[in-house]
């Protein structure tokens, strides 16, 4: 390792596993410390290619996804920075090819629990072949007003208040990457502030190591000094220790190793991180502190006193004319997230949709209110579900029972109505389900199928208006309607038809009033004086019948029920239950494997 | 997520399973497990050498010295075996100032031997380090000086050359079963991700090695790759490690979720709790209370990272219990405390803590609850703000502070006054 400057105002990163606000991240450090170039050179996302567009300051910008880490280091072959967000299952395998392209120079992990055995294989690559590992399990790390890794020093706010957006004098070094966070405002605090910072990781054998850092550092004239944060576990602070003795360090180096706690701990304890756990003495806080100590490193007598030991070691360097007065500059206003801006409440804007019967947003979906859990655990059906996104309310059983047999009844009606015939002819002709099953609902409509609404108009205006049977369908017939819900093309007055019965039957036993039913048999007895085939057909029943639940539940207003016939609630029954035999005959003609249907010539009449 | 040690039995199932899968040594070692929940009827029909050969019985509870500390017996017949574990099945020892029950212990047959080598291997952070002595056995501290070791640097393999150091001084036909035998050991610790194995010692039964004690680490990182080569494995909690219910249901917690959720219970009467966000930052918290005189007055050690709402408030919700416990009419402190967070949207963590505080109204009056918040990173000011309130409405003292304040200086605050 040691040599210098891994970073610089130009250096360009690819980015493995597309993340949005780390990318976005970057991009915002950038924009502050007025790079020309955005960070980011390329995102590698893999299965996947084009581009993702984020902001650079005001102007939206295209960066280039690629599929391959091979591929983003052909067409990007400046950027020598790998920052990878795979997830701990993948990240060896991607650091690795990473670390393989002669391109690539530093690779940082940041995913936490990466196996010790795959960190070492990548150990033992970079130090053959030149090349830099930061992590893994880091944020990563930061060169001040120049690069920045992901999520690295967090928010804008805390990068000015840190004054990350220009250099310092300081290089700093930690285990933590949360700790290297509140030490970048430590440092600025009393300190002209960070030039470099970087996270280790908190694993056992992290791919660079503190001391790694700090030779580094030695080697960069603008660090004037050198701050490092241990923690307890492990015995990488000891090769800082040798490199303090063997004088290879010759900037002052401020040094704290957390962890003097774990004496309190009678048995073993696993801290925070992987690596700190508390081992023998060597491995202790307070033995590597003293060992620091004895190296030459300043070493504060707590954490708490870490802040003057910095302060005093920078002021001393002021004194001895060693750092340069650093030239304040103003970092450019970062315009705020539309998101972020809602968030804190600083804006507000419209919304485009309004929903109001069901939430996807919570621990579980909502229907009007009702969490699945209890949709599912009192045993709710079909009809309830029905009633909760149609009505947004949950009726009683009876009533959602009703709906269910509705459903029932209505879902088919053999192969040759026209609904069912045009699904089977779409499916024939090769289509596909949604296809099939669309070209038979378009066939709803005042002819087939669509008289439940009507019925129900009907019979509701005329039982409201108090006309009797005989003149509700004389004023129909002057009019020149057919009353919609009566007649069967094949029952009879005395064939009636079995699901109008049924119906009947269900109503009359748990409807507390059936008087629209009991109008619409009126007018079937009135209309059979007429002709035997005008029976009250299925359209009819369930037309009137809902006109009895929506008024014999008592949980509609008479404005509500107004609504429901108006804007074509029970079309809706019917299309939906319809569905379920449309989707049955297009599963049946693929099952068949039938072929194109053509209608034969003989059955056509052609004539001029 | 770390190096886990391993009972003796799992480490010597897994050597011998995979040592006869990778480099077909078949190790004619058998040992059987037994704990509080053993039917010795059932496990003498598995494992049926029991009642044939004499045996030796230890505690398997990852702690060594077992000899010296007369927990090792040897030479019994199963009868004997039973009757010694029955003796001492749960009851309290002290080992190295930790102490605990014996909950686990193995058996195997008694092996006669004269010869006592020492093997070790550990991963570092550059490779292997492999030593090997004649004079193991449990005087191996004392001849320390006559452990050999090679350092054997990643992706090497481990060749006759490189272990010839190790084993110079043995006869050659000993030396070249042993060299074997080290190779078809480092072979299992490669392909199964362990990080330590010890054997203190081995002996060569008819002229084969055999280990009689055994230590192994294995990298619990590594479980993903190794699902179906370690098996149905347990990792022990450390001896003397006895969880308390409210640390139990936090670990088990912490085992669903990819938040990072701890929770130690130090002492309950004590004063000063800890809600601390952050692998680093708990540590140095922590420390930070020790440092200001007040370590047995520190009540818990906890570190959280990226919870949930839901998460932090059972998080939350143990601790409270905890330093609500044991009131007394003198002031309690709980440090809600944390670095300057990188991502963590710090508002929403703390409305999981808010949630649970508004739970424990009364019993955070009752035990004179003072409650400090330290924290910086996004979000951070709504945060503080809900956190001023939630004090303001349950009338309980909070001090708040941000990134302006040193990380640590609410534990001044926590302790004045106590």
Redesign the interface.
């Known amino acids: 390792m040691a040599t210098g400057q891994l970073f610089s105002r130009t250096t360009q990163a690819l980015f493995y596993n597309y993340k949005q606000?780390?990318i976005q991240r970057m991009l915002d450090f950038d924009f502050l410390c007025g790079r020309e170039t955005p960070s980011v050179a390329g995102i590698i996302n893999p299965g996947a290619e084009g581009f993702q567009k984020l902001f650079f300051g005001q102007e939206e910008i295209a960066i280039p996804v690629h599929s391959t880490i091979e591929a983003a280091c052909a067409a990007h072959p400046t950027a020598d920075v790998f920052i990878n967000f795979a997830s701990?299952?993948s990240a060896a395998a991607s650091s690795m090819s990473a670390l393989k392209q002669p391109t690539i120079r530093v690779v940082a992990i940041i995913a936490?629990?990466?196996?010790?055995?795959?960190t070492?294989?990548l150990?033992?690559y970079a130090?053959s072949n030149n090349k830099v590992v930061i992590g893994p399990a880091t944020?990563g790390g930061i060169q001040a007003g120049a690069f920045k890794i992901g999520?690295?020093?967090?928010?804008i706010d805390?990068i000015v208040?840190c004054k990350l957006y220009r250099p310092g004098s300081v290089g700093f070094v930690?285990?933590?990457?949360?700790?290297s966070?509140?030490m970048y405002?430590?440092i600025a605090r009393v300190t002209d502030g960070i030039y470099e910072g970087i996270a280790i990781g908190?694993d056992?054998?992290p791919g660079s190591?503190l001391s790694d850092h700090i030779l580094r550092f030695n080697n960069i004239p603008q660090v004037k000094m050198m701050v490092v944060?241990g923690?307890?576990g492990g015995r990488d602070e000891y090769s800082l220790v040798e490199a303090l003795k063997q004088g290879k360090v010759n900037k002052p180096v401020v040094a704290w190793v957390?962890?003097?706690?774990a004496r309190?701990?009678?048995?073993?304890?696993?801290?925070?991180?992987?690596?700190?756990?508390s081992g023998g003495e060597m491995e202790s806080?307070q033995a590597k502190n003293q060992a620091l100590k004895e190296a030459g490193a300043v070493v504060p007598?707590?954490?708490?006193a870490f802040?003057a030991a910095i302060k005093e070691t920078f002021d001393k360097l002021v004194e001895e004319g060693k750092i340069t007065p650093i030239k304040e500059v103003k970092p450019p206003q970062i315009p705020e997230d539309l998101n972020s801006a809602i968030?804190?409440g600083k804006v507000r804007a419209p919304t485009h949709i309004i929903s109001t019967i069901s939430d996807d947003r919570g621990?579980e979906p909502c229907y009007a209110g009702v969490p699945m859990s209890s949709i599912v655990e009192q045993g709710f059906g079909v009809g309830d579900v029905i009633s909760l996104l149609w009505f947004k309310r949950s009726l009683p059983r009876y009533c959602t029972k009703f709906i269910e047999i509705c459903v029932m009844l209505c879902a088919d009606h053999g192969p040759c109505v026209s609904g069912a015939h045009n699904t089977i002819v779409t499916a024939r002709a090769g289509k596909d389900l949604v296809s099939s099953l669309v070209s038979g609902l378009l066939t709803i409509g005042p002819r087939f199928g669509g008289a439940i609404d009507d019925a129900a108009r009907y019979f509701k205006d005329a039982y409201d208006r108090g006309l009797t049977p005989y003149e509700f369908v004389e004023s129909m017939k002057k009019k020149g309607i057919r009353v919609p819900g009566i007649g069967h093309r094949i029952k009879r007055g005395d064939n009636r038809d079995k699901r109008v019965e049924l119906l009947q039957l269900f109503a009359r036993t748990n409807f507390p009033s059936v008087k629209y039913m009991e109008y619409a048999v009126q007018v079937e007895t009135y209309t059979l004086s007429k002709a035997n085939n005008l029976v009250l057909n299925v359209d009819g029943a369930i037309g009137s019948l809902f006109l009895d639940l929506l008024a014999g539940s008592g949980m509609f207003t008479k404005q509500e029920i107004d609504e429901i016939v108006e804007i074509g609630y029970l079309n809706g029954l019917f299309v939906l239950a319809r569905s379920i035999g449309l989707i049955g005959h297009t599963f049946d003609q693929k099952r068949l494997k039938q072929p194109l249907y053509r209608h034969p010539w003989e059955d056509v009449l052609y004539t001029k | 997520m770390a190096r886990k040690k391993i009972r003796e039995y799992d480490s010597k199932r897994l050597l011998k399973e995979h040592l006869k899968r990778l480099v077909h040594i078949d190790l004619p070692i058998c040992s059987a497990q037994v704990t509080e929940s053993t039917d010795f009827t059932e496990l003498l029909e598995k494992e049926s050498w029991l009642s044939q050969r004499r045996l030796v019985v230890k505690p398997d509870m990852l702690f060594g010295k077992r000899g010296k500390s007369g927990l090792v017996a040897l030479n019994l017949d199963f009868a004997g075996a039973v009757e010694f574990i029955k003796k001492r099945l749960g009851q309290e020892i002290e080992i190295e100032g930790c102490k605990g029950p014996i909950t686990t212990f193995i058996i195997e047959p008694f092996i006669p031997h004269k010869e006592e080598y020492y093997l070790a291997i550990s991963s570092e952070r550059l490779g292997f380090n492999i030593s090997f002595s004649e004079c193991g056995g449990i005087e191996i501290e004392e001849n320390w000086d006559k452990v050999n070791s090679i350092f054997l640097p990643t992706k090497s393999p481990l060749t006759d050359e490189a272990i010839a150091p190790l084993i110079a001084d043995l006869p050659s036909e000993i030396g070249k079963k042993i060299g074997n035998f080290m190779k078809g050991v480092f072979a299992v610790f490669q392909d199964l991700d362990f990080s330590f194995i010890e054997m203190n010692p081995f002996t060569l039964v008819d002229g084969e090695a055999y280990p009689l004690d055994m230590r192994g680490e294995l990298d619990e990182n590594a479980a993903f790759k190794n699902e179906d080569k370690w098996g149905n494995l347990e990792f022990p909690l450390p001896f003397g490690r006895v969880l308390s219910p409210e640390e139990s249901f936090i670990l088990d917690l912490n085992d669903k979720t990819s938040a990072s959720l701890k929770f130690t219970l130090l002492n309950p009467k004590g004063r000063i709790w800890n809600m601390i966000a952050g692998g680093g930052a708990s540590l140095i918290y922590t420390d930070t209370v020790g440092d200001l005189g007040c370590a047995t007055e520190l009540g818990n050690y906890t570190e959280y990272g990226g919870p949930s709402e839901e998460e932090m408030l059972k998080l939350a919700r143990v601790i409270l219990d905890c330093a609500t416990a044991n009131p007394d009419g003198r002031k309690r402190s709980i440090l809600i405390g944390g670095n300057i967070a990188n991502l963590t949207d710090v508002g929403a963590t703390f409305d999981g803590i808010i949630r649970a505080l508004k739970e424990k109204k009364s019993e955070l009056k009752e035990a004179n609850i003072h409650i400090y918040v330290r924290r910086g990173g996004p979000n951070y000011l709504t945060g503080l703000a809900k956190m001023q309130a939630v004090g303001e409405e349950l009338g309980i003292p909070v001090e708040v502070y941000g990134p302006e304040a040193v990380m640590t200086g609410i534990c001044n605050r926590a302790i004045e006054g106590m």
């Open positions: 606000l780390p701990f299952r936490e629990g990466v196996p010790e055995s795959d070492k294989q150990i033992a130090r944020v999520d690295t020093a967090g928010t805390n208040q930690s285990k933590s990457g949360g700790m966070n509140e405002n430590t908190g056992v054998f190591t944060l923690e307890l957390s962890g003097t706690c309190l701990f009678k048995s073993e304890v696993q801290f925070g991180h992987a690596g700190a756990k806080a007598t707590s954490y708490e802040e968030k804190s621990e």
